[in-house]
Each structure stands twice: as structure tokens, then as C-alpha cells.
């Protein structure tokens, strides 16, 4: 299983950008780059996946390195709700599609 | 559809005792995966269906775990014989085969082996 490799705590300030960083040296040309993040008490939940080109959606950007062996999730303005851990994680496009996770990133967001 | 459903929220059980967890998937989503999560560590990868099948174990998931998915619906997680070690939050997935956006997750089944 491809492994990811993430900082295990960040912090930042309520209403500022938040830039969440992963290396994923050993990825493979099939391999999704999947956010998915966990608050306290809940299951993960989806946050963005890419392939090659940066992607937007409501909650987050995902920057992906032209090598693709590292990316970034950005969240633009971010809220004491996005207190949570981040995880970045590989996908396999085919077989079992699952989902290994690392330790993730700690985000810890100051009023 | 109101998402992944886990029943229970909460179980605390004696040891030896038998317990078991129900999961009620997104239903148009074919595939099932159970993951189990320890205080402080990311999810780890139990089993998973797609439809009724079972098609992958981890080697994670003794002999005293057992999981079904009859008719492809719901799914059921058996654990015989229950350890403290088994003391963890048990995580329900579905996804769509053909759907790149990935899993939705349950809440999960907290359990405590006292």
C-alpha cells in the first residue's frame, strides 16, 4: 500500500488560509490523491481527490505537484469547524479501492 | 437517504462476551468496508463487499470476527469472545464502484470491553 507522510500537527488562525502539506513519494501513475478529514466523535469525511490537476471544490483546493509526489490541501478561510484531523491518502484506481490511512494531520484552529 | 447508518453508537460489553455491530450503506452503493479505529491512530482496514461477496480481509480481523452482508444491503460485524483489546471505534463505509469521490463513512460503533 502507498504510503503518505504528513506533519503531525498544525495550527493556525480563524479566517486565514490553512496549507496542509503531504508527500507521497512512491505513488504510482494510478493512484487518487484523496483529503478526507475527522472531527472529534464522527466517522472521515470526504474532502477533495485529484489526480494531476489541481482541483476546487466547496471546502478546499488540492495542489498537486507536477511529479505528483507531493500535494497540498488548502482551505482559503478557515473556521473553528475546520478543527479536525486531515488525512492524505492514496487510492488505488482499481481493486479493492481502499482506503489506507496514516496518522494524519492535527489542525488546531485559534480564534 | 440520510447517509451511512451504525447501530449502535455505543456498546460496553464484559469480556467473553459476544457482540455484534449493524451498518446500513448509502442504498445504491455496492461496496461495504469495515475499518476499526484505536484512540489517537488513523482508521485501519477490516474487510469489505462488494454486493454479497466478501472479497478482501485483512489480516487484522481474527477468526473471532465475522462479517456478513446478506442480499447485498446491510451489513453485520461479529465479534466472538470479545478481548480489551478489542476496545475501539468500529467505522462503516459505502461507496459506489464506478465513483472516483470515495467513501461516505458511518459515525461508527464505539466499543468497550470491560
Known sequence: DAKTTQPNSMESNEEEPVHLPCNHSTISGTDYIHWYRQLPSQGPEYVIHGLTSNVNNRMASLAIAEDRKSSTLILHRA????????YCILRDAGGA?????GQGTRLTINP | DTGVSQNPRHKITKRGQNVTFRCDPISEHNRLYWYRQTLGQGPEFLTYFQNEAQLEKSRLLS????AERPKGSFSTLEIQRTEQGDSAMYLCASSFLQDPYGYTFGSGTRLTVV
Do not use: G, P
Not at chain 1, 479501492?97 to 490511512?101: D, G
Open chain 2, 63 to 66: 477468526d473471532r470476527f465475522s
Open chain 1, 79 to 86: 473556521t473553528l469547524r475546520d478543527a479536525a484531523v486531515y
Open chain 1, 97 to 101: 479501492q481502499k482506503l489506507v490511512f
